[in-house]
């Protein structure tokens, strides 16, 4: 089946500093999206990415979405004591009875240090 | 523009018992997928409920079940419940007719935390 693969598991940070993470989809992806969980919290959806290729910009983030559509990244620049918490990819496949249905990575924990 | 609402929201219950989660869609959404959420981990997709019949299944045994009422809301039943179940059961509403357009936006609950002891 589809797995999708995030990396890294852990980050910490200084205020300030940059962060990125990476997610590696085995198959082909009809879109992909981010998703924010804050501790204790639910994943809170970010963005979605369909297009070969897409970047796509909200203030300090700013997700791409791989040529091939099997891989992405987030990043946030100038980090804030606000983006603590566990950032999630997910992959959707829309072809066939795959409709919906999403693969979440494990998920990036960002700890930023004031 | 009321959003997910999932009850209860946290809940005890013995190994071995039976235990039915609530969910009701975001207003004008058909569609209701359940994910399971261990601790440290990313959610895992159980199944999916559209037109009250289940569409798609995750790889989660058959004491897992559910049902989806008229009015779009739905249940997750868990049989003989194991320590392992334990989790947070998250419920998540999207709009089938936008999955053609490759838009698969969900939006989640917050989720039932589940502790089986």
């Known amino acids: 089946g589809q797995q999708v693969m995030q990396i890294p598991q852990y980050q910490h940070v200084q205020e300030g500093e940059d962060f990125t993470t990476y997610c590696n989809s085995s198959?082909?992806?009809?879109?992909i999206q981010w998703y924010k969980q804050r501790p204790g919290g639910h994943p809170v959806f970010l963005i979605q990415?369909?297009?070969?290729?897409e970047v796509k910009k909200q203030k300090r983030l700013t997700f791409q979405f791989g040529e091939a559509k099997k891989n992405s990244s987030l990043h946030i620049t100038a980090t804030q004591t606000t983006d603590v918490g566990t950032y999630f990819c997910?992959?959707?496949?829309?072809?066939?009875?795959?409709?919906?249905?999403?693969?979440f990575g494990q998920g990036t924990i960002l700890t930023v240090h004031p | 523009d009321a959003g997910v609402t999932q009850s209860p929201t946290h809940l005890i219950k013995t190994r071995g018992q039976q235990v039915t989660l609530r969910c009701s869609p975001k207003?004008?959404?058909?569609?209701v997928s359940w994910y399971q959420q261990a601790l440290g981990q990313g959610p895992q997709f159980i199944f999916q409920?559209?037109?009250?019949?289940?569409?798609q299944r995750g790889n989660f045994p058959d004491r897992f079940s559910g049902h989806q009422f008229p009015n779009y809301s739905s249940e997750l039943n868990v049989n003989a419940l194991l320590l392992g179940d334990s989790a947070l059961y998250l419920c998540?509403?999207?709009?089938?007719?936008?999955?053609?357009?490759?838009?698969?936006?969900?939006?989640f609950g917050q989720g039932t935390r589940l502790t089986v002891v």
């Open positions: 409920y559209y037109e009250e019949e289940e569409r």
């Open positions: 207003s004008g959404h058909d569609t």
């Open positions: 997910a992959g959707s496949n829309a072809g066939g009875t795959s409709y919906g249905k999403l693969t």
């Open positions: 198959t082909t992806l009809s879109n």
């Open positions: 998540a509403s999207s709009l089938r007719r936008r999955f053609v357009e490759r838009d698969t936006e969900a939006f």
């Open positions: 990415l369909v297009k070969s290729g």
